[in-house]
């Protein structure tokens, strides 16, 4: 019976040594500061960035554009932290259009090119469609993990386009 009560004793003073010590009041410790040295070169952001989002505001003969875009939108995915586009877009010419290359531009929150499907792009991605598309038809698609950073759409026009009679547009 000694024996058991002493073993009994050890087994609680053991499981009650090993109990979790209380968090400490963390508003006691000085807080500790990293530095992080950032090379910034505004100069390329300027030169480039700039003449890519210049080029997707210029409507060159996108006015004559077999394709009407009627919109445009950025959805977070389900599975990963990427951006999803989805642009809803309607021949707008006379003709069957049976292939339509699309390219859009989007910035991140700062103003900048966002990224592209594989980490680069400088704001520009493309997405090639190849269905029949009837004259007066609406279709939309969707691009899935296109950027990480994108936070707005800045314009999104198709830039070749290739109908069933074999003849071609294209954005120039």
């Known amino acids: 019976m000694k024996k058991y009560f002493i073993s009994t004793l050890g087994t609680l003073l053991l499981i009650l040594g090993c109990s979790k010590t209380p968090p400490k009041n963390i508003a006691h410790i000085k807080p500790v500061y990293v530095q ?96 029949l598309l009837k004259p007066g038809m609406i279709e939309s698609k969707i691009w899935e993990d296109f950027s990480t950073d994108a936070n707005r759409i800045i314009k999104v026009r198709a830039y070749y386009v290739v109908f069933t009679d074999g003849t071609k547009w294209e954005l120039k």
């Open 36 to 131: 992080i040295n950032n090379y910034h070169q505004p100069e390329e952001k300027e030169n480039i960035a700039p003449s890519i989002k210049e080029d997707f505001l210029q409507n060159k003969n996108s006015k004559n554009s077999p394709i009407t875009i009627l919109a445009s939108s950025l959805s977070r995915a389900q599975y990963s932290d990427h951006k999803d586009i989805k642009i809803v877009f309607k021949n707008s010419s006379k003709k069957n259009i049976q292939a339509i290359k699309l390219e859009w531009y989007c910035e991140n929150s700062f103003d900048e090119p966002a990224n592209g499907r594989y980490f680069y792009g400088k704001g520009r991605s493309t997405g090639e469609i190849a269905n």
